[in-house]
Each structure stands twice: as C-alpha cells, then as structure tokens.
C-alpha cells in the first residue's frame, strides 16, 4: 500500500465549485497510483454558525448535544465531496468518525482521540476506493459522538497518519507556514521548514494555521506534515525534526492570540489551598489555562491572573460566581479586549538578550503590556488588542521576520 493522508480545511470547502476542484485534483493524484485517506472540514464557517443556534438556546448547552449538532458540519461535507468523486467516476466511500475507527476519551467538545482501528480504512484502500473521513469527530466508548475541539481536522488528519504510517499534507487557504499570520503582516516570510517544537510553541500560542494537538501527535510520532495551498501549486512548508539551520535562528516567528480572555481574581484569602481549589474547579471543567501569575500577599489577600479561550468565557463565569459563595471577598475581572502576542524561536535556548530587546522595544514604541511569562523558546505578553499591528511591526523589522 502506498497511503497518503490529506486534509482539506473548511476555507478549501467553502462552496461547491471549490469541492468539486478538490475532487478533480484527488482524481488526478489517484492516477498516479496513490492509495488516498482524505480527512475534510466542515464548508467554510459552518461550525461557527452550528454553535450559535446552540447559543441561542443556551450559554453553556449541554455538550453532548453541542457535539451531536457540531458533528454534523462535517458528514456534509464528506458526503459531498464523495458525490463529487464517484460524479468523476472514482471510487470513493465517506466515513463518519466512527466508521472510520477513530475512538476518543468522553470529554464531549474537547475529546482526545484513544485509539484509531484502521481495518475499515484499508479495506477500503485495498479496493481502490477513495476514502474521505469526517475531521474533527470521533466516538467515546459509549458510542456517543464527540468532537475534538476546534480546528480538530487537523489532529484526524496527523492521527490517521500516524496509525497508517504515512505523511499528512495539511491544505489550506495560505502557502505555508510564515514568520507571522500573513493576514496580520502581509511582508511576512514564508518558511521552508519549521521543527516541531517551534510548531508546537507557535500553535499553542494561537497561530491558528495548525492546531495544537496535531503538532504534538506528529511530534509523538514523528510524522511528517507538510502544509500548503489547497491548488498544491506552490511548495508548502514542512514540519520536521530539528536541524542545524533552524538552531541558528533566534526567532522564528510571532504568535498572537486574539482569542484570549485575561482573568483577573482579585482578593483571594492567602492560603495555598484556596489557590489549589480554585485551579480545581477550573480544570474540572477542562478549560485551558496559561500564563498563571500571583501577587505577593497583602494584608493577607493574593491576587491571580490568567489566560484562558473566549471560548471559555462563560464557563468561567458560571465557576468563579460558585467560587463567591465559598470566598465572598472575591472579586474577578473577565477582559476579552486583550491579546496574547508570543515570540517564538529556538535559537532562545542557547542565546540571551532577546527578552531584554523586546522590552527595550516596547518601552521605546509605548506599548504596555499586562503580563509577561517565559518558556525555553518563547517569551509572552498579554497587551491591549488595539496595539496589535503597532506590536508585531515592531518586532517583525527588530528581528527581520
Ligand atoms: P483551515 O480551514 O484550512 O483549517 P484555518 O483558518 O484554520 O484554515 O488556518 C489557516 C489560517 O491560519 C490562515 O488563513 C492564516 O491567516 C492563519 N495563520 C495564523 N498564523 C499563521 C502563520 N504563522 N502562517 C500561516 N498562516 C497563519
Ligand atoms: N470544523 C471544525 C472547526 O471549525 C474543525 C476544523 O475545521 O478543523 O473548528
Ligand atoms: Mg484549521
């Protein structure tokens, strides 16, 4: 068998006429010989427009059934580009997660796929068919329907090639992996290769090109992914293992994360445990948190910060009016009018003046920031999203990204 694992994302599936193009292109690699897996998005914004009929019944509905509704997005689209295949007269089957084998944990709207039994999928390989499968779901062991959190095409798509042994292509509506989103600095530079752990660094800190998940999966495994423009007209970048030229880079590129909340609760009684309870019921809900800072005491009262997803804007909400009825002095903010602008390279890890630098830049250009944190390979600021495109020409031409 000679297995490719390709992802169109919903920007490649937007209309009809872009589906069909997308048939015609996998008919032609077919010919070539090529057994195709084909793992697809939901068309365009679907999904965000399942989630607000959903918010118009309910703050939090229930996930469950936000995971039945959300679901749907996708069996459209592999249905219809299946249609447009056999159309073309090539063999063709569409899965849906579970037909495909791809099981997960029971966390409904943020499942983590277990396991994937890739029988079906040979099966069908072996009898020439194409097979394109739902992105983005999968099934508890309960049978139930569970998505994988959002932009989770992706992590099918590395998944499938890890347990298929192939490389996966990612094709979207950008050329490559740049220094920065092309849509915030247009001058940005293309990347001919990144290592996965900048990769990793850059997704977690929401350059929203590839999904985080999928970076650790294909680090884990070591797949190669290749991302590029869904015509396959230019070369793309790839994401691989760590070379010398890579090292010399100081920094790679820039993140930002404009889907951020910076929570602020003010007034917590000093104690460790208080701290620990309120982590708790957080990450009982499976939220996400980054960028944690706390006060020295004062008169006996700490106050936290963190980030977190506008995603999970009323979730935490619901949590810290729960948390007030056990700490009355509490006291929280829920700011949705910053950003989280990251610098990410891995030439950090062996050379120092890069923090210094930047906060010589952002005293010079006038920039605030609210709060700063560091890791090996990258630095971290939440500042007011209005200093956006300010902030990353700045470093852009500081740094020559
Ligand atoms: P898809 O629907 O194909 O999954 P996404 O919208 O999820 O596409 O991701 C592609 C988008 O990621 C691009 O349009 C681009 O604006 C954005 N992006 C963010 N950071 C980067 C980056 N560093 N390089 C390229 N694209 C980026
Ligand atoms: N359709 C899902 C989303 O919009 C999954 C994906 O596109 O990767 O998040
Ligand atoms: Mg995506």
Known sequence: MNPYVLKYGGTSVESIDQIKDVAKRLAERKSLGQDLVVVISAMGQTTDQLLELAASISETPDRREVDLLLATGEQVSVALLSIALKTLGVNSVGLTGRQAGIFTDDVHTKARISRIETDRIRQHLEAGEIVVVAGFQGVN????????????????????????????????????????????????????????????????????????????????????????????????????????????RVVTGISVDEDCLMVTVNTVPFESKNIAKIFAAISGENIMIDMISQTAPYNSFVNLTFTSKIEDRFNIKAILEKLKAEFPTIDYVIDDSVIKLSVVGIGMVSQSGVASALFNLFAEHDIDFYQVTTSEISISYTLNAYDRDKAVHMIASAFDL
Request: net charge negative.
């Open 141 to 248: 062991e309960n049978g139930d329907i569970t998505t994988l959190g959002r932009g989770g095409s992706d992590t099918s798509a590395v998944s499938l090639a890890a347990a298929l042994g192939c490389t996966c292509e990612l094709f979207t509506d950008v050329d490559g992996i740049y220094t920065v989103d092309p849509k915030i600095l247009p001058e940005a530079r293309k990347l001919d290769s990144i290592s996965y752990e900048e990769m990793l660094e850059m997704a977690s800190r929401g350059a929203k090109v590839i999904e985080t998940r999928a970076v650790e999966f294909a680090h884990k495994y070591k797949v190669p992914v290749i991302v590029g423009l869904s015509t396959g007209d230019y070369p793309g970048t790839l994401i691989k293992e760590l070379d010398e030229t890579m090292e010399k």
